[in-house]
Each structure stands twice: as C-alpha cells, then as structure tokens.
C-alpha cells in the first residue's frame, strides 16, 4: 500500500497538528479549545523535535523496527503513540491499531486518560487501555495502552492479540520479564510476513541504548534531544540515615518552610515506608504555618489501584503536592511539576530463589540509571533540588549501572508455559536480552512437569494448554481446575482472586477494637478459608470503603480482588469448565477445598518435625516458620499447631516464614500428588512417613494414587474445550 506520508520537512496529510484544521481526523469532530492549549504544551516538550525524524524510520527504517532513546519526562510516553496514530491514519489501515506497553498497569491506564485529553478524543473509543480486570476499548479503537504482561498472554493464547499496525514497547529499560520476552518473540520473527506490514518501536532510556541496538541488529535510532532546562546538582549526605523515613520527612518539612516552589517526590524502598512516610507527613504538616493552602501529601504504588490517579489531578488553588513512592516512578509516571527530589537510593525487590523454591525480599541500592532517572525529575529552568540520602560513594561502590533483569529474579514457571505455547520447546531456542540461570530453567521445568503440564515430549499437555490460559501461577491455576473435579468452584474462585489481589491488610491493628474486628474474620481451618470469609464479609458489606478501613482493611485490593473473580468465572465458561454452587462451611466444601488446594500446590507443604513450630519444607531441607499474621499463631498455642501445612508463599528475608497457611492430611498428599514427585523428595523422616502411607493405600485397589492421578488428568483434558 502506498504510504501519504510526505518528506519529513512537511506535515503529513491529515495530521491533527496543524492549526488551521478544526476537524479532529480521528472522530470527525471539531477541536476543542483545550486541543489546542495542550497542543502548545505538547510542542515545548524535548521530543517535538524529533517528530519528523521519528516519522521518516518509521516509514521508510529498514527491517520495521525503530530504537526511540531519550531521557525520562521528555514525552516520549505521550506523544510517540500519537504520532504512530497519525502514521496509521496516513497508510489508511483499517485494522491496523497502535498498541503501545507499559510495564506496570496503572501507568497503562494513567498514560490513556492523558494521551485521550491531548488528541481531544473519548477514552474508550478512539483511546482505549487494557488492564487486568479492566478493558476499557472498543471497536473504534486506534490507541491502545496496555500491561505488557496481558499482550504476552494474549499473544501466546488462543484468541490472540488482534492485529496491530505499530507495535510500541515502551520503557524497556524497566526489563519486566514480559518486555524482554516480547522482544525476543519478536526478534525471531519476520514482521515482513505478518499480514498489513506492521512496525516495532522500542522506547527506552540513553543507558539502555547499546545494548538493544546490539539485540535487534543495528536498527535505526531517533535521539531525542535533552530537556533544555538545566540540570540539578545532586546534595549527599555524609552518611546513610538510620532511619530512612524519618530523614525524608525532615528533608520535606524543610523544603516546606524555605516555600521553595513546585511539587516534591520522594523515593522510598518499599510501599511500607511510602505509608509511614505518609502518615508522618500528614501529622507534620498540619502543625506548620505555610501562606496558602496546605501541601497535598499523595502515595504512589500499585496497591493504590485507580486512586493513584490523584497524582496527576490539578491541585485546588495551586496547593503544593508532595508525591511518596518508590521504583514504580524511576521511568513511568512524569510529572512535569515536580521541581525536588529527594532520593533513599534504595529499592525492595522479591527476588526469587529457584534452588529452594522461596522468594527473599532484597533490600538493595538502585542501579546508577535509576540514580539519574531520579535526579533528571528535577531538571528545569531554573534547575529544581535534587537530595540523595546516601554519600556519593554509595552508588559508585554498591550500584549496577543498569536495572536488573527481572527474568533472572523472578519465577519462571509462567514464562516456560507461554513458551511451550508458542511452540518454543527448548527455552535456549527464545533469545532473551539477559538469559536466566540454567538451574532456575531446569527448576521451572520440573515443577510444570509434577502439575502434569508437560507430556512425554516435553511438549504442553491438554492441561498445560488449559493452565497457559488463566493469568495465574501454573500451581494455583491447577487448584482451580481441580476444584471442578472436587465441587468447590465457587470458593476456589474467590480465593484465586484474593491470593492475586494486593496484600488484603493495610496495616498491623491499631487498636483492641479494630484487633477484634479483625480475629472476627478468621476462620479455624486456616488462612486460605480465612480470605475466602474476609471476601464474603466485604461483599455482604456492599463493598464499603468504610467497613474496610475500620478492620485495617485493603479497599482497592479487595475491589481488585472482586473485577478478577469476574474475569476468571468468565474465563472458565468459554471453556465450558463446570461451575457449582456456593457451599462454604459445611464439613464436605470444607474437604473439598483442602482437595483442590493439594491438587496444585502440593510443592509447597512443610511438616512440624518436632512439635514446636518449626516446619520442615519437603522439597529441601529447609526450616521454616508461620507468620506473625497467620491464623494459627493467634489462635492456638504452640503444642498444638497443625503437624502439616500447605502454604501459599515461603519467603527468606526476614525470619523464614511461612505465608497463607492452612492444615492439611498427609493421606490427601499421597491420594493427590505425582507418585515420581514423592518418589523425588529428598530423604527425611517426612519422606518415610508418606511413602509409608502410599504403600497402606497401594493395598486398597479402590484408592491406588496411580489411578487417582491418571484419571484426574484425563478428567481436566476432557473437560476443557478452547473456544
């Protein structure tokens, strides 16, 4: 198809930013005045002046790829969406959408609600963002914003992602594991043998650069030149603070009585501190006596949900906003008004520990990109103030100079199942910018074959297939197959959801009453059916924001929590998965549920070898503990706590606790798990016990585990119908 678009010194035809046009190209209606006012901001930002350069690869760049390298806030974000919009108007695509990724969901739905604002279009219509639980698009849609982890799912499904005209990966310098899969799924294919020619656009940060211009063989590169405003001189502290929250709230409250303008941003390690820095700042600040209205003190993490758009609202009678977050605001999330700074040179990160199946909070310095991502939030004419709370030395001894790949920190049993999807049955046949560990490959590996994933070949099983459809973790979308099998669905939904959901609690109680509150909504079997019952609780309430906040409750987790238990029931009708009827609490659903719950996360059950709470892990010799919020530990003392546990989540940071934590019998491990996966256990007297059961129930032919395990399988492959 021939392309309209003109040499890069011209406008191209039917663009929207020439003045003089006063009908809007995308919907047919005439330009607000507001278009207008934003299209002046629009054309002061870094980027504009890259504008035809970046048109010019995109039409003509060989291979359909383009690098975009530029600094954070210089627009790349808004305005490269727009002008690939305006390249897919240009060609006269019919089908042909701008799908643009972001590596966390809110910047994808707060990037939509912008970009709608500046082409002066409805969001939902011409712009549009897909979210978990959220697809806010239609059939008009041109831009689509969306959570690069959803386009890899979509991609590797059986609905695919539709057809897009460019391609956008934006922020690829965050190195989520889905933007690094993307792009290796990407690089080995043609885009010259997909249907309408398509086009890739990889955006990222100058410190990134080399090495993707080295991945996707020397593209064509747009520079985007640097914001004219002057650059703030970092301040350091001699010292690292003791403690880091109380130091930041210092620094705010004295930037706060010197009335320095513009807004604040604070990095903090973890969304913890971000809330104790919050509630500190609050008290402060109302004891301070500033001219004008008060300082508006704002979170920003992804526990926040839609509230997090505040960030971006324009504050009443120009009221100072002091904005608290952490990692999630290092590249996403400019904020033009931001003029300081002030940096802990910290992040928290879960790092996952592939040799004993454990995760490990790592409090670690942030890599030297991540510094000057910070600092350059403050760049301006004049040059705002930029305060790091760390000696100069911190970051050239302790720092990388990159981000670390989240591919090599993180659970690779999804990504395996994705890959197997697309085909790729060896994963050292994907090109990944950072290869994983061989041991956490292999561990991946193993683990997909216990949940019966995998066939003979290697290749995905029937129910492999299933379990690559659902947006979970291969264990716990196995539970809720299973729960068909076992007449649970309903519970297992909810607590799919509510184990997918943000952290439910917001903080430890405050007080007896909202404690007792609290202990109202355990239930005795354990903490698995305690957030079944925390749920039902918050539906029966009306989902009250107020009924939340008096138990120290998550309100826009538990909403998050309620969109995604929608989805997953609707997930498993297209797949003609059978429902049944909400039983909770009786001793049978009771039963059930342990069933379906050992059926997936069988992996993860530990023993109390020796009555006092310390809980040996039977996939390695590990030694655990129940957390300080489990059930169990309120409730019982300690002779009596359950011999055998199944837990959700085992993490290594701070005292080896266990977490999500429920009784189990060791007699439904032996009837649900693989034979081979008992058989591979490492010696212990744990290992001897169930063997010792397997071979009592061996005697009975109507029990044989063998004929349990095979028939399940056969049940869930039959069962499952893709649509």
């Known amino acids: 198809m021939a392309s309209r678009l003109s040499r890069p010194a011209e406008q191209p035809r039917g663009s929207p930013e020439e003045s003089e046009l006063a009908v809007n190209p995308f919907d047919g209606l005439p330009f607000s005045s507001r278009y207008y006012e934003l299209l002046e901001r629009r054309r002061a930002l870094p980027i504009w002046a890259a504008r035809f350069v970046f048109l010019e690869q995109l039409e003509s760049g060989p291979g359909g790829v383009v690098l975009v390298s530029g600094e954070p806030g210089s627009g790349k974000s808004t305005q490269i969406p727009q002008w690939c919009a305006e390249f897919v108007l240009a060609r006269g695509l ?50 689509r914003f969306c959570w690069d982890r959803l386009l890899l799912q979509e991609m590797t499904s059986t609905r695919g992602p539709g057809a897009w005209g460019v391609l956008v990966l934006d ?56 914001n004219p405003g002057g650059d703030p001189s970092p301040d350091y502290r001699d010292s690292v603070p003791p403690d880091r929250v109380e130091a930041a709230c210092q620094a705010v409250l004295d930037l706060c009585r010197q009335e320095a303008p513009g807004d604040v941003l604070v990095y903090l390690p973890s969304e913890e501190e971000i809330s104790l820095c919050c509630e500190a700042l609050s008290r402060e600040i109302r004891l301070l006596t500033l001219p004008g209205p008060p300082p508006r003190v704002l979170p920003l993490h992804p526990g926040l949900g839609h509230a997090v758009l505040a960030v971006y609202e324009d504050s009443d009678l120009g009221a100072r906003k002091i904005v608290v977050t952490h990692w999630l605001a290092d590249f996403a999330f400019s904020l033009p008004s931001v003029r300081h700074v002030i940096d802990s040179g910290l992040e928290l990160r879960s790092v996952y520990k592939p040799q004993i199946r454990a995760e490990s909070q790592m409090l670690r310095p942030i890599s030297r990109c991540q510094a000057e991502a910070r600092r350059q939030r ?24 990159l981000p670390q790949p989240r591919v090599c920190e993180e659970n690779l049993s999804s990504l395996l199942l994705l890959l197997k999807r697309k085909q790729i049955a060896e994963p050292a046949d994907c090109h990944f910018l950072d290869r994983p560990s061989p041991e956490a490959l292999m561990q991946a590996l193993e683990d997909l074959d216990y949940l019966a994933a995998l066939d003979d070949d290697g290749d995905l099983s029937d129910l492999g297939i299933i379990l690559s459809e659902f947006p979970l973790p291969p264990e716990l979308a196995k539970a809720l197959l299973a729960s068909c099998e076992f007449s649970c669905v309903d519970e297992m939904l909810t607590l799919a959801a509510m184990l997918m959901a943000a952290p439910g609690y917001t903080h430890p109680p405050r007080c007896a009453e909202e404690a007792a509150l609290r202990r109202a909504l355990e239930h005795t079997d354990g903490d698995h059916c305690s957030l079944i ?123 080896n606790c266990l977490s999500i934590v429920s009784e189990i019998q060791p007699q439904m491990l032996v009837e649900l798990a693989p034979s081979y996966f008992l058989s591979n256990l490492p010696p212990s007297e744990s290992r001897d016990l169930l063997n010792q059961l397997r071979e009592e129930s061996a005697d009975s032919p109507e029990d044989s585990p063998e004929e349990n395990e095979s028939s399940s399988t056969q049940e869930f492959g039959a069962a499952c119908v893709l649509q």
């Open 378 to 401: 403050a760049r301006g004419s004049p040059p705002g103030s930029c305060l790091r709370l760390y000696p100069k030395s911190f970051l050239e001894l302790d720092a990388a100079p």
């Open 94 to 143: 019919q089908k042909g959408r701008v799908t643009i990724t972001q590596p966390y969901p809110l910047a994808a739905l707060s990037l939509a609600l912008r970009v709608a604002d500046e082409m002066d279009l409805t969001l939902g219509q011409e712009v549009g963002y897909s979210i978990p639980q959220e697809d806010c698009t239609g059939p008009d849609t041109v831009l």
């Open 533 to 655: 019952q925390v749920y039902e609780a918050f539906v029966q309430s009306g989902a009250d924001k107020t009924w939340c906040q008096a138990r120290g409750l998550n309100w826009a987790a538990l909403c998050q929590a309620q969109k995604l238990r929608e989805e997953l029931q609707e997930l498993m009708q297209r797949i003609e998965l059978p429902l049944s009827q909400p039983a909770f609490g009786s001793e049978q659903n009771r039963r059930d549920l342990q069933k379906a719950l050992v059926s997936g996360y069988f992996l993860k059950v530990a023993r109390d070898t020796d009555g006092t709470g310390n809980y040996l892990l039977l996939t390695h010799k590990h030694v655990a503990q129940l957390s300080p919020h489990c059930c169990y530990r309120g409730r019982r003392p300690p002779a009596t706590l359950p011999p055998w546990v199944l837990y959700h989540n085992f993490s290594i940071s701070r005292d």
């Open 171 to 226: 922020e690829a310098q965050e190195r989520s594991v889905a933007s690094d899969l993307l792009q290796g799924l990407l690089r080995d294919t043609s885009l010259g043998d997909l249907p309408g020619d398509p086009r890739v656009v990889v955006v990222t940060d100058p410190a990134f650069e080399p090495k993707l211009h080295a991945f996707w063989g020397s593209p064509p590169i747009v520079h985007v030149p640097r």
